[in-house]
């Protein structure tokens, strides 16, 4: 049973670049929410997509936005890449059950982004 | 807006020893979830727990139990016969069972060190 995965696992990009990066969810889930932890804080919720669609969002500004495919996976996209983009950025899956995503989310092992 | 607070940036304890590991939370919700999770140097978020806040019972998960206080919005965890592969970052986190509002929200972690 394969877990959450993520890739790649690290990434370096310059100020203003863009940078996609993709999560699998673990089987049998639907629900995809994407993390980002800076270096020695708690990570901060970006966004989560279910049914291919942005279903609730943090506060992160329009550079990023994400997607989701037909196969559950997720990509976010991180446009005009700023120094304090530099983070972890972790997804997550779960499962909707009845409308409400009240199960628990498993982690991926996250990407280290870079930005110089 | 739900805050989750850990009061302790790190913590030592020996191997075999007790350690509780504590975390307030303030919502003015009256169904939630919370968490801990741990995440290791390898940076993997590995679930360790999870309390229901209408169960009274406190969890556990072998080694691992909680107290937990929902009219002092307390939520300590215990880990008993400490190992040194319990070595890790601990994040309590917090989830809304409000329908939709499905994200989980972080403290900023404890240090936890396990020392023969």
């Known amino acids: 049973d394969a877990g959450v995965t993520q890739s790649p696992t690290h990434l370096i990009k310059t100020r203003g670049q863009q940078v996609t990066l993709r999560c699998s969810p673990k089987?049998?889930?639907?629900?995809v929410s994407w993390y980002q932890q800076a270096l020695g804080q708690g990570p901060q919720f970006i966004f989560q997509y279910y049914e291919e669609e942005e279903r609730q969002r943090g506060n992160f500004p329009d550079r990023f936005s994400g997607h989701q495919f037909p196969n559950y996976s997720s990509e976010l996209n991180v446009n005009a890449l700023l120094l304090g983009d530099s983070a972890l950025y972790l997804c997550a899956s779960s499962l909707m059950v009845q409308g409400a995503s009240e199960e628990t989310q498993y982690f991926g092992p996250g990407t280290r982004l870079l930005v110089l | 807006a739900q805050t989750v607070t850990q009061s302790q940036p790190e913590m030592s304890v020996q191997e075999a020893e007790t350690v509780t590991l504590s975390c307030t939370y303030d919502?003015?919700?009256?169904?939630?979830?919370l968490f801990w999770y741990k995440q290791p140097p390898s940076r993997q978020m590995i679930l360790v727990i999870r309390?229901?806040?209408?169960?009274?019972q406190n969890a556990t998960e072998n080694r691992f139990s909680v107290n937990f206080q929902k009219a002092a919005k307390s939520f300590s965890l215990k880990i008993s016969d400490s190992q040194l592969g319990d070595t890790a970052m601990y994040f309590c986190?917090?989830?809304?069972?409000?329908?939709?509002?499905?994200?989980?929200?972080f403290g900023t972690g404890t240090r936890l060190q396990v020392t023969l």
């Open positions: 919502t003015s919700e009256s169904n939630y979830y």
């Open positions: 309390q229901e806040a209408y169960k009274q």
């Open positions: 986190a917090f989830m809304s069972g409000a329908g939709t509002a499905s994200k989980l929200t």
């Open positions: 089987s049998g889930h639907d629900t």
